[in-house]
């Protein structure tokens, strides 16, 4: 079936280091997006991509990189720099970049819960 | 920059009955899109339904509608013979229509339970 696979769905992070959050997709979508989701925070954009070899800054970036070097993976970097990295993390993805499809809902893997050791 | 407000952080329903979440959203554009999202405990995000801001008729999916009040800006969800299935946390969303700018923004969530 097609769909959004996230993984791993549980991740601890050590003081200073850089965790790497999998996301992959075989809905044939051009666009790719993260999400950061805290308690009574609703769903925050990280980062999204819209083809590949190409992203954009979301809300809050930082502490934050991506790469798109496929259409099907858009893999989430959380770096030592993020000094507040315990979340909930979601991966989407939506059809199609081109203004014709901007009614096309976004899909959604499972997502991974990202903890401090 | 657009914003979306969900005043309500908790509701709940008796099973079987009917119950409406609000949502406001502000935005300086005149053609957008507005959606709500169901995300039940196993945090998967389920796309309920949407609503198309040129489109006046309000959008419906089985027992689900929404009341699309374009003037007001306001964007409410009524869950109708409410089942013990529909308790989640409710998000309503904004995206923009066009431009190169897909996001969502999210309001922070209505947690429904339903109450048998």
């Known amino acids: 079936d097609g769909g959004i696979t996230q993984s791993p769905k549980y991740l601890f992070r050590k003081e200073g280091q850089n965790v790497t959050l999998s996301c992959e997709q075989n809905l044939n979508h051009d666009a790719m997006y993260w999400y950061r989701q805290d308690p009574g925070q609703g769903l925050r954009l990280i980062y999204y991509s819209q083809i590949v070899n190409d992203f954009q800054k979301g809300d809050i970036a930082e502490g934050y990189s991506v790469s798109r070097e496929k259409k099907e993976s858009f893999p989430l970097t959380v770096t030592s720099a993020q000094k507040n990295p315990t979340a909930f993390y979601l991966c989407a993805s939506s059809i199609d970049r081109r203004q014709f499809y901007s009614n096309q809902p976004q899909h959604f893997g499972d997502g991974t819960r990202l903890s401090i050791l | 920059a657009q914003t979306v407000t969900q005043s309500q952080p908790e509701m709940s329903v008796q099973e079987a009955e009917t119950v409406t979440l609000s949502c406001t959203y502000d935005?300086?554009?005149?053609?957008?899109?507005l959606f709500w999202y169901k995300q039940p405990p196993s945090r998967q995000m389920i796309l309920v339904i949407r609503q198309e801001a040129y489109k006046q008729q309000n959008a419906t999916e089985n027992r689900f509608s929404v009341n699309f009040q374009k003037a007001a800006k306001s964007f409410s969800l009524k869950i109708s013979d409410s089942q013990l299935g529909d308790a989640a946390m409710y998000f309503c969303?904004?995206?923009?229509?066009?431009?190169?700018?897909?996001?969502?923004?999210f309001g922070k969530g209505t947690l429904l339970t339903v109450n048998p």
């Open positions: 935005t300086s554009e005149s053609d957008y899109y």
């Open positions: 969303a904004y995206r923009n229509s066009g431009g190169s700018n897909y996001k969502l923004t």
